[in-house]
Antibody, heavy 119, light 106 residues
């Protein structure tokens, strides 16, 4: 059974960089796409971006190039960096596996990591 | 970006009721449509992928239908554990986008 676990600071100062890591267990990070998704308190879900195990990426343009996703296959981990954060970036951040059966979907999720941006 | 609009935003139902949630895309997305269930304080859980395929382990009372721009999630007989928020999501083109959610309450 594939499991994902987010880790990283729960508090980040405004204008600084948010950094989170997702550790994948119970399966290899290879041959899949991996995503970050966030959810502001009381609001809906926003896709941040994905990375393929080989390193290719795609991002949501709404983040205006502030997001960077990287992968470390030797550690079975992938990471998110979000620069120049503001209070609007306060959210629960989820990592997820992108499953594929002719079409893409998020089939495994981490439990979420609440990140609060403080001034 | 493809906009996903769910209706209703919330609904009240009783155990045993048949519940239908609708999701509309701002352009045709074929069957690139997924449904998730989220309970309070938990991560979303995949229910339906590719519009009508039931994810392994999900009870058969959940079903999905539709193609193009209009999609439906149906719960045939609502159970106590089904009270949650439901989201649709398109994977036709990036940025992948979600509907705003439908909260199913008692």
């Amino acid at each position: 059974q594939v499991q994902l676990q987010e880790s990283g600071p729960g508090l980040v100062k405004s204008s600084e960089t948010l950094s989170l890591t997702c550790t994948v267990s119970g399966g290899s990070i290879s041959s899949y796409y991996w995503s970050w998704i966030r959810q502001p308190p009381g609001k809906g879900l926003e896709w941040i971006g994905y990375i393929y195990y080989s390193g290719s990426t795609d991002y949501n343009p709404s983040l205006k190039s502030r997001a960077t996703i990287s992968v470390d296959t030797s550690k079975n981990q992938f990471s998110l960096k979000l620069s120049s954060v503001t209070a609007a970036d306060t959210a629960v951040y989820y990592c997820a596996r992108v499953g594929w059966t002719n079409k893409y979907y998020f089939d495994y999720w981490g439990q979420g990591n609440l990140v609060t941006v403080s001034s | 970006d493809i906009q996903m609009t769910q209706s209703p935003s919330s609904l009240s139902a009783s155990v045993g009721d048949r519940v239908t949630i609708t999701c509309r895309a701002s352009q045709s997305i074929s069957t690139y449509l997924n449904w998730y269930q989220q309970k309070a304080g938990k991560a979303p859980k995949l229910l339906i992928y590719a519009a009508s395929s039931l994810q392994s382990g999900v009870p058969s009372r959940f079903s999905g239908s539709g193609s193009g721009t209009d999609f439906t999630l149906t719960i045939s007989s609502l159970q106590p554990e089904d009270f949650a928020t439901y989201y649709c999501q398109q994977s036709y083109s990036t940025p992948w986008t979600f509907g705003q959610g439908t909260k199913v309450e008692i």
